[in-house]
Nanobody, 124 residues
Framework: QVHLGESGGGLVQAGGSLRLSCTHS????????TGWFRQAPGKGREFVAA????????YYADSVKDRFTISRDYAKNLVYLQMNSLKPEDTAVYYC?????????????????WGQGTQVTVSS
């Protein structure tokens, strides 16, 4: 089993930054592709970013490219999502997810393990 937990969400003004963290416990951290998804009120779950099990591959939604950065810390079993230049449309609950290294990174259906989510609110 894999257990995930998100932290770092909060309220920030437009143009500000937040760093989300995803803690990963259970089976070996290095086996898994880790993704970040978000869900705004009344909308479906949307891919944000993902990082391969080796860290060599990163993937971003067009809406966050050049503003968000995903990274992993193998020593701490953590995956980070650094979010800069935040916009009101980034407001959502952010979830981290883990899947097998063969998981297509942008498909939510490919991730069997999910955290509980952390709220990010960007005020205008």
């Amino acid at each position: 089993q894999v257990h995930l937990g998100e932290s770092g969400g909060g309220l920030v003004q437009a143009g500000g930054s937040l760093r989300l963290s995803c803690t990963h416990s259970g089976r070996t951290f290095t086996y898994y592709t880790t993704g970040w998804f978000r869900q705004a009120p009344g909308k479906g779950r949307e891919f944000v970013a993902a990082i391969s099990s080796t860290g060599s591959g990163t993937y971003y939604a067009d809406s966050v490219k050049d503003r968000f950065t995903i990274s992993r810390d193998y020593a701490k079993n953590l995956v980070y999502l650094q979010m800069n230049s935040l916009k009101p449309e980034d407001t959502a609950v952010y979830y981290c997810a883990a899947g097998a290294s063969s998981t297509p990174p942008i498909l939510a259906s490919g991730y069997p393990y999910w955290g509980q989510g952390t709220q990010v609110t960007v005020s205008s």
